[in-house]
Nanobody, 124 residues
Framework: QVQLVESGGGLMQVGGSLRLSCAAS????????MGWFRQAPGKEREFVAS????????YYQDSVKGRFTISRDNVKNTLYLQMNSLTPEDTAVYYC?????????????????WGQGTQVTVSR
């Protein structure tokens, strides 16, 4: 099983960009599908983006399509989320997660390992 540590969050103005990273421990990272979720204050955790173990299949939440890009580096054992054209609605704690099936999924229940989260705040 992998362990996940997110980084790269911070405070950004509207229209800015951030790149989140999720470093995975262990030698089996390449077997996992990976996902990004986020949770805003007072709201449920929601799906943002996911990526199959091969890196070929991706899914995005409609509100981030064309602005966010999920990618992975299986040599560095790292997952990324490039976020462009940020809006205040993107403000949330962002979590990376690993799915042992290797199949990209939008479902929370498909993931069995989660990071601790990194805060992203977008100011007007």
């Amino acid at each position: 099983q992998v362990q996940l540590v997110e980084s790269g969050g911070g405070l950004m103005q509207v229209g800015g960009s951030l790149r989140l990273s999720c470093a995975a421990s262990g030698r089996t990272f390449s077997r996992y599908a990976m996902g990004w979720f986020r949770q805003a204050p007072g709201k449920e955790r929601e799906f943002v983006a996911s990526l199959s173990s091969s890196g070929v299949i991706t899914y995005y939440q409609d509100s981030v399509k064309g602005r966010f890009t999920i990618s992975r580096d299986n040599v560095k054992n790292t997952l990324y989320l490039q976020m462009n054209s940020l809006t205040p609605e993107d403000t949330a704690v962002y979590y990376c997660a690993a799915a042992p099936t290797g199949v990209a999924s939008t479902r929370y229940g498909a993931y069995n390992t989660w990071g601790q989260g990194t805060q992203v705040t977008v100011s007007r």
